[in-house]
């Protein structure tokens, strides 16, 4: 177990310096410059072109990478180029809006989709999983923005149940909080949602027709067991699987949500570096999104254990 | 014959599947009915009724695709057909336990043997879950598992597949159950293991005291095991009688062929093996006369016109033939 953990571990290497390579091309391929930024519209370019030598831009790119990676393999981000500050301290800093929106999503999305896909897949055929499934697509297929306006106007602008947006630390009390939370959640959770609910009821399904699932009919057991503890513990593999590459959804999602509802997380310290093009935060950011979507799902492979004991790392 | 009320009785049982391409008659009119602690063989082709009359008994069939639409299965004087499901469940597992075909498949992968034996007990006798899992240890040790309170915790992929039957059959007995159905219980076995799980099934049915009826294809498996058979062939009993009976005169030509087709050493070595001519007959349409008549060396016009009703041919041997005891 430990050896496949060091194993996979040290698999994620290439796979990161890969992620690098590429995103910091991408960021310094794409048309624009800071340095101009910094300067402002009344500059000079020879100005800018001195601003552009402080910040180390007009370097070749190769060697511009080199020294970045340098660092991030000592574990240094790097400097924010607008901010007098370190990414790694502008990223923790951002971090607890997005962690909560991140943890909040994810219970809202995995208990209801497993709930309704096991419906779904037990009833399957009926309406109700006909409507289950028509909800799914829905899901699916609307974006975060549009659901994110519509549920603001319906609970928080129509009814007032709830906050417009913005965010409170948990420090300052669970409910507000949470109210703060909830519609963010929902639309951020739809799509997660409806994807982990196809994949419980295509799994269900098929397990439900298996031999075992017969001989514990035969033993008399009661259908919410026979749901529950016989098969949805078979099914288990294939959702978890689902629920970690998923993850993907919640990040990109993740940026678009705290616009929409103006959360100071490290979606929006991203899409602000962006049109700043401040060339730190991004990589930085880009970096650890990558880096907890792989642990994500070295986690989830590990889990497989936990649910299916023929499974031995 | 001593007359003791059956402890069940099959009256012209119908279970329909219904499909895209129509509707697929697997039981069409089967009656038998079965004393305590009585053994009753089936046996039959693949796809003549045989399991489908088993999994009606328990109403285990999808009910998306079946329906059983006629007859009466009456377990201990209820009519189990007019049962609410969860009076029902109570009898699953119980006063009526089942032993599939398939050891590799028809245990859960990820529940322990312990937990899989012990759930019955739980189910059906209010035992907590530390008195269920002591159960299932001492099941297991009727069954033979060596080691036993060790194993109790081991999942079904640490077992082979004659262990597997095993631990089937300790989860089938746990309760007790008044019949035991047992649907091919020794078909996906190794040969040696075949007699062993075949003796050991029958030796804890007396002492438990239990009815069985043994499902099988293997007329060898009947004539070591049953008292009485049923044999069926496309979704009709043809031949019903004691099993010595049947196999010292067949009356039903399909009996006979069955017969014929069980490989003797005694045999001289260069005569051909007997076989059934052409396959059983397509289901989805009604079949006017005998369904055995398109296969059958004795068949006649009347064969092909009119379905033989099962009649007693002296002694409860009991035959669904116009040419019944015809040479």
């Given at each position: 177990?430990?050896?496949?953990?060091?194993?996979?571990?040290?698999?994620?290497?290439?796979?990161?310096?890969?992620?690098?390579?590429?995103?910091?091309?991408?960021?310094?391929?794409?048309?624009?410059?800071?340095?101009?930024?910094i300067?402002?519209?009344?500059?000079?370019?020879?100005?800018?072109?001195?601003?552009?030598?402080?910040?180390?831009?007009?370097?070749?790119?190769?060697?511009?990478?080199a020294?970045?990676?340098?660092?991030?393999?000592?574990?240094?981000?790097?400097?924010?180029?607008f901010?007098?500050r370190?990414?790694?301290?502008?990223?923790?800093q951002?971090?607890?809006?997005?962690?909560?929106?991140?943890?909040?999503?994810?219970?809202?999305?995995?208990?209801?989709?497993?709930?309704?896909?096991?419906?779904?897949?037990?009833?399957?055929?009926?309406?109700?999983?006909?409507?289950?499934?028509?909800?799914?697509?829905?899901?699916?297929?609307?974006?975060v923005?549009?659901v994110?306006?519509?549920?603001?106007?319906?609970?928080?602008?129509?009814?007032?149940?709830?906050?417009?947006?913005?965010?409170?630390?948990?420090?300052?009390?669970?409910?507000?909080?949470?109210?703060?939370?909830?519609?963010?959640?929902?639309?951020?959770?739809?799509?997660?949602?409806?994807?982990?609910?196809?994949?419980?009821?295509?799994?269900?399904?098929?397990?439900?027709?298996?031999?075992?699932?017969?001989?514990?009919?035969?033993?008399?057991?009661?259908?919410?067991?026979?749901?529950f503890?016989?098969?949805?513990?078979?099914?288990?593999?294939?959702?978890?699987?689902?629920?970690?590459?998923?993850?993907?959804?919640?990040?990109?999602?993740?940026?678009?949500?705290?616009?929409?509802?103006?959360?100071?997380?490290?979606?929006?310290?991203?899409?602000?570096?962006?049109?700043?093009?401040?060339?730190?935060?991004?990589?930085?950011?880009?970096?650890?999104?990558?880096?907890?979507?792989?642990?994500?799902?070295?986690?989830?492979?590990?889990?497989?254990?936990?649910?299916?004991?023929?499974?031995?790392? | 014959?001593?007359?003791?009320?059956?402890?069940?009785?099959v009256?012209?049982?119908?279970?329909?599947?219904?499909?895209?391409?129509?509707?697929?008659?697997?039981?069409?009119?089967?009656?038998?009915?079965?004393?305590?602690?009585?053994?009753?063989?089936?046996?039959?082709?693949?796809?003549?009724?045989?399991?489908?009359?088993?999994?009606?008994?328990?109403?285990?069939?999808?009910?998306?695709?079946?329906?059983?639409?006629?007859?009466?299965?009456?377990?201990?004087?209820?009519?189990?057909?007019?049962?609410?499901?969860?009076?029902?469940?109570?009898?699953?597992?119980?006063r009526?336990?089942?032993?599939?075909?398939?050891?590799?498949?028809s245990?859960?992968?990820?529940?322990?043997?312990?937990?899989?034996?012990a759930?019955?007990?739980?189910?059906?006798?209010?035992?907590?879950?530390?008195?269920?899992?002591?159960?299932?240890?001492?099941?297991?040790?009727?069954?033979?598992?060596?080691?036993?309170?060790r194993?109790?915790?081991?999942?079904?992929?640490?077992?082979?597949?004659?262990?597997?039957?095993?631990?089937?059959?300790?989860?089938?007995?746990?309760?007790?159950?008044?019949?035991?159905?047992?649907?091919?219980?020794?078909?996906?076995?190794?040969?040696?293991?075949?007699?062993?799980?075949?003796?050991?099934?029958?030796?804890?049915?007396?002492?438990?005291?239990?009815?069985?009826?043994?499902?099988t294809?293997?007329?060898?498996?009947?004539?070591?095991?049953?008292?009485?058979?049923?044999?069926?062939?496309?979704?009709?009993?043809?031949?019903?009688?004691?099993?010595?009976?049947?196999?010292?005169?067949p009356?039903?030509?399909?009996?006979?062929?069955?017969?014929?087709?069980?490989?003797?050493?005694?045999?001289n070595?260069?005569?051909?093996?007997?076989?059934?001519?052409?396959?059983?007959?397509?289901?989805?349409?009604?079949?006017?006369?005998?369904a055995?008549?398109?296969?059958?060396?004795?068949?006649?016009?009347?064969?092909?016109?009119?379905?033989?009703?099962?009649?007693?041919?002296?002694?409860?041997?009991?035959?669904?033939?116009?040419?019944?005891?015809?040479?």
């Open positions: 177990m430990i050896a496949y953990i060091i194993r996979r571990l040290l698999a994620t290497i290439p796979v990161m310096l890969l992620v690098a390579v590429i995103v910091f091309l991408l960021v310094h391929l794409a048309p624009g410059d800071p340095a101009s930024v300067a402002g519209d009344n500059a000079t370019s020879d100005q800018i072109a001195a601003i552009r030598a402080t910040l180390g831009l007009d370097r070749p790119l190769w060697e511009q990478f020294i970045w990676i340098w660092r991030v393999l000592q574990g240094d981000l790097g400097q924010s180029l901010w007098n370190g990414v790694a301290e502008l990223i923790l951002r971090a607890e809006p997005t962690v909560s929106l991140a943890i909040t999503t994810l219970i809202f999305a995995v208990s209801i989709a497993i709930g309704l896909g096991v419906l779904a897949a037990w009833k399957a055929g009926s309406g109700i999983d006909r409507s289950v499934m028509g909800l799914a697509v829905a899901g699916f297929s609307v974006p923005f549009v994110g306006y519509l549920l603001v106007y319906l609970f928080a602008i129509e009814l007032r149940w709830l906050p417009v947006q913005g965010y409170r630390p948990i420090a300052q009390g669970f409910w507000p909080w949470l109210e703060r939370l909830i519609l963010p959640s929902v639309a951020l959770g739809l799509a997660y949602l409806a994807l982990i609910a196809r994949i419980t009821r295509t799994t269900m399904l098929e397990i439900l027709s298996e031999d075992y699932i017969r001989t514990a009919q035969a033993k008399g057991v009661a259908t919410r067991p026979m749901l503890r016989h098969a949805l513990k078979n099914a288990a593999v294939p959702i978890v699987t689902v629920v970690g590459i998923g993850v993907a959804l919640l990040i990109s999602g993740v940026v678009i949500t705290e616009t929409v509802f103006n959360i100071p997380g490290i979606g929006r310290l991203v899409v602000d570096a962006i049109t700043r093009r401040d060339y730190p935060i991004i990589q930085g950011v880009m970096l650890v999104f990558s880096a907890i979507y792989v642990l994500v799902n070295l986690a989830v492979d590990l889990s497989y254990t936990l649910f299916d004991p023929r499974v031995r790392y | 014959m001593t007359e003791t009320a059956p402890i069940l009785e009256l012209d049982l119908r279970t329909h599947f219904f499909t895209q391409d129509g509707v697929t008659r697997a039981v069409d009119g089967v009656s038998f009915s079965l004393a305590p602690g009585e053994t009753l063989g089936i046996v039959g082709e693949s796809g003549c009724g045989k399991s489908v009359t088993a999994l009606s008994i328990l109403r285990l069939l999808p009910p998306k695709l079946s329906r059983i639409v006629g007859g009466r299965v009456v377990f201990e004087g209820t009519d189990l057909l007019t049962l609410h499901e969860p009076a029902m469940r109570e009898i699953r597992g119980n009526i336990a089942m032993i599939f075909q398939e050891p590799m498949t245990l859960n992968p990820v529940l322990t043997i312990g937990e899989q034996i759930e019955a007990v739980r189910i059906h006798q209010g035992a907590s879950r530390k008195e269920a899992l002591a159960r299932a240890v001492e099941m297991l040790k009727l069954v033979r598992i060596p080691d036993a309170e194993r109790v915790g081991d999942y079904p992929h640490q077992f082979s597949g004659g262990m597997r039957q095993r631990v089937m059959i300790a989860m089938a007995l746990s309760c007790n159950p008044k019949l035991l159905l047992a649907d091919e219980p020794t078909t996906a076995l190794d040969v040696t293991v075949q007699k062993q799980i075949l003796r050991l099934m029958l030796e804890l049915k007396e002492r438990i005291g239990s009815a069985v009826i043994l499902i294809h293997d007329l060898g498996v009947i004539a070591e095991t049953a008292k009485r058979v049923v044999v069926m062939y496309a979704g009709r009993v043809v031949e019903q009688a004691e099993v010595t009976a049947l196999f010292d005169a009356l039903h030509p399909y009996t006979r062929g069955l017969m014929a087709s069980i490989p003797r050493l005694k045999h070595r260069t005569r051909r093996l007997a076989e059934i001519p052409g396959i059983v007959p397509d289901l989805r349409t009604p079949i006017p006369g005998c055995f008549a398109p296969r059958c060396p004795l068949a006649t016009d009347r064969c092909r016109e009119a379905a033989p009703s099962l009649d007693d041919h002296g002694g409860g041997h009991f035959a669904a033939c116009w040419e019944a005891g015809r040479a």
